[in-house]
Structure formats: C-alpha cells, structure tokens
C-alpha cells in the first residue's frame, strides 16, 4: 500500500533528524557542535475512508487534511 492521498496526491518527504552537543555560546558555551545527521521521512496522516467515487461507494485512502476541508463525500 503506498502512503499517497488519493485526493490531493500528499506523500512522505525526506528530511533529516540533527543531534546537537554542548552549550550555546549565549548560555556561555563555546557552541553547540553538529554530531551526527540521519535521514528520516516525514510520512502524512493518511486514513482509509469509505467514500462516494464516481457514483459508487470505494474505500480510498485520504490525509486528514483532505477529510476535515471536506473534500471527501463518506459513504452511509
């Protein structure tokens, strides 16, 4: 199953995560040195929703920002 909104087409995006070490230098450090960058993804708040497609009742898969904007009509 891909992680990608059926209405708007959201999908995960690459990032990093930052690990940060010692003390600032405004808190009177001599500065806070980058230790280690690792690669991460930032995936998208998906739900599977039963909802009218072309006429017809289909289960989609939707981000919830799609769901709130009501974009999607549910089905009963």
């Excluded at 808190?27 to 991460?40: H, P």
């Amino acid at each position: 199953m891909s992680k990608i909104c059926s209405i708007c087409g959201k999908k995960p995006v690459a990032g990093r995560t930052i690990v940060r070490r010692g003390l600032a230098k405004a808190k009177g450090g001599v500065g806070v040195k980058i230790t280690g960058i690792t690669a991460r993804r930032f995936l998208p708040n998906l739900k599977k929703v039963h909802a009218i497609v072309d006429g017809t009742p289909r289960r989609i898969i939707v981000c919830v920002k799609c769901l709130k904007a009501g974009k999607v009509r549910k089905a009963v």
